[in-house]
């Protein structure tokens, strides 16, 4: 049978102190975040944000991405309420995570057209280029 679960309020670990004691922390509720940043920020941190897959599009997913292009920008305006830039492309094609080029040339426009629609022009830095796509081609093609 399997073990019970415990509620999260209920793990501890054992942590040392400065003066080499050990104290029990108890883990607690997470706490409620707000969901959009309040204010500004002297810098702006890059997350690499996923596509979201339509999982109802009629084609293979080893062949051809099938993107949902709503949820997938909506992803990102909430990421950049956050406070948070946008690493486009980072964790799609530039580490072979399943969108071929014209795909992944398709979310950085869409991206950058949405940053700039709510006024947030830096908020998308693309990754890649289609000049380091051409270069990558040709040195692996080469002797």
Known sequence: MNKPVLPMSSLSLQL??????????????????????????????????HVVADPLAECDPWLTAAVDWDRTIAFREHVWDLGLGVAEAMDTAQ?????????????????V???????????????????????????SASP
């Open 16 to 49: 040392p102190n400065s003066d080499r004691s050990i104290e029990t922390y108890r883990l607690t509720a997470s706490r409620t975040f707000p969901a959009k940043l309040e204010g500004t920020l002297n810098r702006v941190a890059f997350s690499a944000a």
């Open 95 to 111: 580490r072979g995570m399943g969108l071929d080029w014209p795909t992944s040339l398709e979310l950085i426009q869409r991206s």
């Open 113 to 139: 057209k949405a940053a700039k629609a709510r006024g947030n022009a830096l908020a998308v830095a693309p990754t890649i280029t289609q000049k380091s796509i051409t270069a990558c081609c040709r040195r």
